[in-house]
């Protein structure tokens, strides 16, 4: 996915001008505002001057996920000092153990569903999203997501925690799938950086054995279903292109042994050596060949043979699968 231009970036410095200039019309101007205002000139200066992004020291391109998450850098990461160099790898450290605090358990069994998932970060964290929101009581709904935030690093990251706490807090309130999308879509929208939005697959499981399942721009999931497998189409806007949109919904029923699985498009684009895409066609095949194996086995089939097909090619996008399994059993 792409991440934001030198214009979306002007725009937030620009903000960020605005935002301490109000400040240091209501306090006394202190050393730390006058070098940050300082500094956000300075890279204005270098936008008009053609400048900006460029390393000060060797005059390469910085990092673009670093000068999103903070457009103010001014040297790439093999010019760092020693100092920054350990302060920053302590940060990812950091982030990345925050971000799989946010993953849910391996393996969830409730209510007649057994939901497994694999989450694999392309670097130190990761723009894909992952989650299953047990109910706190009886009347409750289980909820689960899978989702791609544009962009990868560190900003992606951010984004990725972001989203995170938005669809928690929403589906503890019990809305419907769709309801649920479109407010999350407003608040994603109204709280990120021009020229970032999410991809996401929601849906809201129940004992009978129905999925109600909204899609906003994500790859479709797969339903292995009597026999068959079958693509679950319908899709809508990812969110935070706008922050107003109405999302629809659709409904499966999944009866004793159906499954359903839900991916990135880390999955479905990774390339081998030749550079030839994996592709859904094998996500297809590999659910009709194993249409009895449980959530982790199938995951794990999966991911055999991607790393069969990719015979050493690197990953270069964050990648998260995540199956559902009707198992019937209702505790």
Same mark, same amino acid.
């Given at each position: 996915?792409? $991440?934001?231009?030198?214009? /979306? $970036?002007?725009?937030?410095?620009? &903000? ?21 205002? !300082? !500094? ?52 990812? %450290? ?36 992952? /989650? ?38 929403? +589906? ?29 697959? *929601? ?11 909204? &899609? ?15 693509? @679950? ?9 706008? *922050? ?27 390339? &081998?050596?030749?550079? !030839? ?11 009709? %060949? ?20 990719? +015979?050493?090619?690197?990953?270069? %996008? ?11 059993? @209702?505790?």
């Amino acid at each position: 996915m792409e $991440i934001m231009t030198n214009a /979306d $970036i002007r725009e937030e410095l620009q &903000n960020r001008r605005k935002r301490l200039e109000a400040v240091v019309s209501s306090v006394p101007l202190s050393t730390h505002l006058a070098e940050l205002m !300082e !500094e956000v000139d300075a890279a204005l200066e270098r936008m008009n001057s053609g400048t900006y992004g460029l390393c000060e020291e060797c005059h390469d391109p910085i990092e673009r996920d670093r000068l999103v998450a903070d457009p103010l850098t001014r040297f790439c990461i093999d010019h760092l000092s020693a100092r920054e160099r350990t302060a920053l790898q302590e940060d990812l %450290d950091l982030a990345s153990r925050v971000q799989n605090a946010l993953l849910p358990k391996q393996i969830t069994v409730y209510s007649g569903w057994e939901i497994a998932h694999a989450y694999f970060a392309a670097g130190p964290v990761s723009g894909d999203y992952c /989650d299953v929101v047990i109910p706190e009581d009886e009347a409750g709904h289980l909820f689960l997501a899978i989702g791609d935030v544009s962009g990868k690093g560190v900003a992606a990251s951010m984004l990725m925690a972001h989203l995170n706490a938005t669809f928690r807090s929403l +589906a503890r309130i019990g809305l419907p799938v769709g309801n649920l999308i479109q407010r999350a879509n407003r608040l994603f929208c109204e709280s990120i950086m021009p020229g970032h939005y999410a991809t996401l697959v *929601c849906g809201r499981a129940e004992a009978s054995g129905e999925i109600e399942l909204c &899609n906003a721009g994500h790859p479709p999931p797969l339903l292995a279903h009597g026999g068959d497998v079958t693509r @679950v189409e319908e899709a809508g806007l990812p969110l935070g292109m706008f *922050c107003s949109g109405y999302y629809n919904s659709s409904k499966v029923i999944l009866t004793p042994g159906d499954t359903l699985l839900l991916y990135t498009d880390g999955l479905t684009e990774a390339r &081998n050596r030749s550079s !030839e895409e994996y592709g859904i066609d094998r996500l297809y095949w590999a659910l009709l %060949d194993n249409p009895d194996a449980e959530p982790q086995a199938l995951i794990e089939r999966l991911i055999a043979e991607l790393r069969e097909f990719q +015979a050493g090619a690197p990953q270069v %996008d964050d990648m998260t699968i995540m199956v559902v399994r009707r198992s019937g059993v @209702v505790d």
